[in-house]
């Protein structure tokens, strides 16, 4: 296949990717990738955000599992969205686990990551959590954000 013929299957794949998404139908855009034998980072945070949407907080922490166990790195959109969706299934303690998680497959996450945490600290009311995760964001130094209080 040419450089061009494979651009554009990709192109109609993440066209078909974002119908699915649009959908909430994160299963199936999730399997047309597998099918092909690869996740890629944009097509993973593409459904990782219906997962937000629908709370999926223990598929969206294997989707990001699995892509670092298939070297595939996750971007900062993957990793904030699936700690969003472990915050919206009401998986705080899964939250803050993939966060740390994430930080020893040496990847630093954002801010938007860490405050997607802090806000499943202060859902469970674990004051404690909290703290710790904003001196670890001091101590690899991300910047706080108006989120980040709030």
Same mark, same amino acid.
């Given at each position: ?39 890629? =980072?944009? #097509?993973?945070?593409?459904? /990782? @955000?219906?997962?937000? !949407?629908?709370? &999926? $907080?223990?598929? *969206?922490? +294997? %989707? ?46 954002? =801010?938007? #990551?860490?405050?997607?945490? /802090? @806000?499943?600290?202060? !859902?469970?009311? &674990? $004051?404690?959590? *909290?703290? +710790? %995760? ?17």
């Amino acid at each position: 296949k040419s450089c061009h013929e494979s651009h554009r299957r990709d192109f109609g794949g993440l066209q078909q990717l974002g119908r699915l998404r649009m959908q909430g139908k994160w299963q199936e855009a999730l399997e047309l990738w597998r099918l092909e034998g690869r996740l890629e =980072a944009a #097509a993973c945070s593409e459904v /990782l @955000g219906v997962m937000v !949407r629908l709370g &999926s $907080a223990r598929e *969206a922490a +294997q %989707l990001l599992r699995d892509m670092h166990d298939q070297t595939v790195q996750p971007n900062d959109l993957a990793i904030g969205r699936a700690i969003s969706a472990c915050v919206n299934g009401g998986a705080w303690e899964e939250a803050i686990k993939l966060l740390l998680e994430v930080e020893l497959w040496h990847l630093r996450p954002n =801010a938007v #990551a860490y405050n997607a945490a /802090l @806000g499943a600290c202060g !859902r469970a009311s &674990s $004051a404690e959590s *909290a703290l +710790q %995760l904003l001196k670890r964001m001091d101590q690899l130094q991300i910047q706080r954000t108006k989120r980040t209080y709030g």
